[in-house]
């Protein structure tokens, strides 16, 4: 018998022309209100809401459908430590040697610097990982295809899915990642992407008086 591959789309919703446009304008006026945080509270966060963000993150389009992509979430308090004292020993390594003064200039207005108390405070730091392969049931190596396309899309997803739920974020990159292998124990097929620091906003909280390009900046119709 031939395998059935395909389904109806039967979730798909069309929307009357109307709904469409106000549901577009009030999503863009949701998602303009996303600022990233630096100061966080310690306050905690259900994880339960944690996880249905990374479910909405996890139906993200991927390469071939392969998913290449690792969440971990921290909360334990000595691992954010960890992850804290060993980031700042990359940062301060970063802002005094390997970066250049014009990287180091088009960072001030942002304010950032090598010491990351939020690593300690925030109650969630989500880990990603890019999976560059993986291995079949019989241990050959697997290919992965556009994989940073791919945990990307999913990456932004979840900004999202945090910030509709009414949680803030910082997008991490420590300076140099690998460190985050050794500290959560991660196969070397996994590199580090990306630290999403997630909870709620310290009470005095402050956000760089900066801009998003307009429209016209940014996109052309041809
Ligand atoms: N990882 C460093 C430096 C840094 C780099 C960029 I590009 C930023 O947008 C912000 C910071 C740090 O987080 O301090």
């Given at each position: 018998m031939v395998e059935n591959k395909f389904l109806t789309l039967s979730d798909y919703c069309e929307y009357p022309e109307a709904e469409m446009k106000r549901r577009a304008s009030e999503f863009y006026k949701e998602m303009i209100r996303r600022r990233t945080v630096r100061h966080f509270s310690d306050r905690p966060v259900d994880r339960s809401v944690i996880e249905d963000c990374l479910r909405t993150a996890s139906t993200a389009p991927s390469g071939a459908n392969q998913q290449p992509w690792s969440f971990i979430v921290v909360s334990d308090l000595t691992v954010k430590?960890?992850?804290?004292?060993?980031?700042?020993?990359?940062?301060?390594?970063?802002?005094?040697?390997?970066?250049?003064?014009?990287?180091?200039?088009?960072?001030?207005?942002?304010g950032t610097v090598p010491s990351k108390p939020f690593l300690e405070s925030a109650p969630y730091l989500i880990v990603i990982f890019s999976k560059l392969y993986d291995y079949s049931s019989t241990g050959e190596k697997k290919r992965h295809y556009y994989?940073?396309?791919?945990?990307?899309?999913?990456?932004?997803?979840?900004?999202?899915?945090?910030?509709?739920?009414?949680?803030?974020?910082?997008?991490?990159?420590?300076?140099?990642?690998?460190?985050?292998?050794?500290?959560?124990?991660?196969?070397?097929?996994?590199?580090?992407?990306?630290?999403?620091?997630?909870?709620?906003?310290?009470?005095?909280?402050?956000?760089?008086?900066?801009?998003?390009?307009?429209?016209?900046?940014?996109?052309?119709f041809i």
């Open positions: 430590r960890r992850i804290r004292e060993a980031a700042e020993k990359v940062e301060q390594e970063f802002y005094s040697k390997d970066a250049t003064k014009k990287w180091v200039k088009d960072l001030d207005h942002l994989v940073f396309e791919s945990v990307g899309i999913a990456t932004g997803m979840l900004i999202t899915a945090i910030h509709h739920a009414g949680l803030v974020l910082l997008t991490y990159t420590p300076s140099k990642m690998r460190f985050l292998n050794k500290i959560l124990s991660r196969p070397s097929n996994e590199k580090p992407f990306m630290i999403l620091v997630a909870g709620y906003p310290a009470g005095d909280a402050v956000v760089p008086a900066i801009q998003k390009k307009s429209l016209q900046e940014i996109a052309t």
